[in-house]
């Protein structure tokens, strides 16, 4: 390549898993990148508080600042990767790199989430990128894709598996026949799961990544707050099992849709997938992110979604954009201001085939009367799965039900929950058939 | 987005399946295109011989030309879409077009297979791009992800199910257990193959796909003469099901790969695939591909490969790209100017695993007669299946082997259909396990 080049001087803020990922993939890869996109991407200057971190990573000491205001006040750099998470300071780095006149690369769903309307408005007015291409999907150049390789179509879906913590969990379950505890012990003790879990097995992270997803596909940010969020606490290995006798598998899904009347659909929530459909095949920490487009048809993104590496390949993705047109500027190319007509379906308004597992006492009628309940809410049964027991015992009574509103299953609910022969609170799980 | 804003003019060459596809969806999503990109793609001239398919598809008789020469002699231009197909006219097209100082778009694998070397050569003489995410794996932005979403990292290796026809057969043979023929009919009726069905079913097309693959994982273009591409013609429905008793489905795949000496080796041949892996659960038409990076670890990209819409939205992509930045000018970035040191292996060097299956006369011994040629090749038997028999009948012996330097396994099968009890030349396919 030319033996001139520009060189893109960057500001690494936070020296964790990915932030070390980052520091070491640009001092190995450094040479293959600049030949790939003719131009020098250079670690200029470091914020960590932790200098026994930066030492441990090889970082020369006179580069490492403790502050990373001292980063966003160094008019020497192009870029500043935040990588210090939470949404407080690393909201005030990244509008005041931004307003500094600073490229930014995160990967801080949590925060895009919550404030990413504020940032992408700022970056705007100051026409520098915000790149996130790390905040979904770790390595998976899945923001890539629809931003750019779909750019030619309106999005009709996005169903994603999201959250290697929960994946692994549901694999777990299903392939070992754990119960939720178990899988998550051993998730804690494979390195798979946070000391505190909740973040992940609660659902959040998935809606943070949804709302990111939603933003880039329909032009909007959804407060975290209005995504209807269900983790994986209450999955049980039995509902797993069961399920795989109806020819389906159990995952973690954001999903994300839009009818023809532009109305968006954003949720989070355990979900039966066709065991023969490509997603339930994504076991174990993998992501997978299917894609539904007008033009395309259904295309599909797999790989690791977290970890240091992935998500540092993917940092460095979003630093080669901004280094392959540097320093030429280019346009910057925000997040939410397409104009789309787009508003949020309530949880009410959602269409789903559904699950339902009842644990009932063996008696004669039972089933009758938990039908003529379906039955008045216009709510059809596909098939049922009953175990044989002795009258007088309880037993699960399985069903799989017709697209019914979600209002009308929750009302049925409610009212099966009061025949005398259910004995349990009763088990619904929404079912996604991708046809 | 602005409300002034720039446009690229496109010429469009060839009014086929895909060329179709791409002037309908400029005009039913211009819109939507210029609100993400901040740019109008206009198509303001159009090459086809054919007036009658131009007015079915309702492009205004004014802007139709009847040879693409009135395309690259337009200086009001800026891209040119070569969607003419073929290795001749479309050179002299492409070749002039980028001459004359436009960039261009172009599908056309077999022409980049062949010439891609020197077009991109004139390419990044007069610092034009030469683009072409559609000639692989139709709408899958999986051009984009090589480049620029993994450009962080070494490619280790590339595995694609690039053929939708293959892929369509190969599932229903074991589906429907059909024979080749059958299935070949079938594909045909379903409109899923060409009347001459050779180009796809002989591999030939993934082979035209893997040497562009191979050229940006690698940076050197590989003659399609040099690489060895074996089809699926001759793939048996027994072997199907005797890989599926095994625990493997059977796909065509593309295989790249390279070693920690640079050197790199692609072939394109029915491979027995692990069924738990995901590349397995690829079926009717779909394309997948699975690279590994030495950052990212295993991404794998899925979706429909062929077809004139998702053919479509790649080609749009791609004009996007070129509009994005667009009148401002970019660098161009091409293929095969990365100074890698890489060699291509010969076949003779493959290591793989095998399948092996015989057809013998069942009568004591045979089974140690075969075991001892391949001992004395120092290759190892994993596991054997042979039907029931009555003595003095012939029935087939199944081996699987151990891993094999193809050498040693083409000496070992010669040797082997030597053996008197051997009645019908052996079947060999090479095994992947994704380790």
Redesign the interface.
Known sequence: ?NSSHSILRVGLAGLGTVGG?VWH?LAT?SD??K????AEIRVVQVADKRMDRARELGVPEKIVADDWRKLTANSDLDVIIELIGGTKQAFELIKEALQSGKHVVTANKALLAERGAELFATAQKHQRHLLF?ASVA????II??L????????IISIHGIINGTCNYILTRMNEAGLEFKEALAEAKREGYAEADESLDVDGHDTAHKAAVLAALAYGFWIPPEKLHTEGIRTVEKQDILYARKLGYGLKLLAIIKTDKESAVEVRVHPTLVPE?H?LA??SGVFNAVLVR?D??????????GAGG??T???V??DL??IA??FP?E??A?NVG????QSRLKSMDEIVSRYYLRLLVLDRPGVLAEVARVLATRQIGISSVIQPEAHAGETTPLVLMLHDAPESQLQAAVREISQISAVKAPPVHLRVEDFD
Do not use: C, F, W
Request: proline share 3%; aromatic share 4%; glycine share 14%.
């Open positions: 390549m990922g993939r890869q293959l990148i030949q790939r996109i003719g291409e770790g390595g998976i150049p890539r894709a931003r750019e390789g779909l750019v030619a179509n309106r023969s490509v095949s994504v487009g033009v395309v048809g259904d295309t599909l993104y797999y790989g690791r590496d992935p540092a390949s993917a460095i993705s080669a954009q392959a047109h030429q280019q346009k190319r201001h397409e104009s789309l």
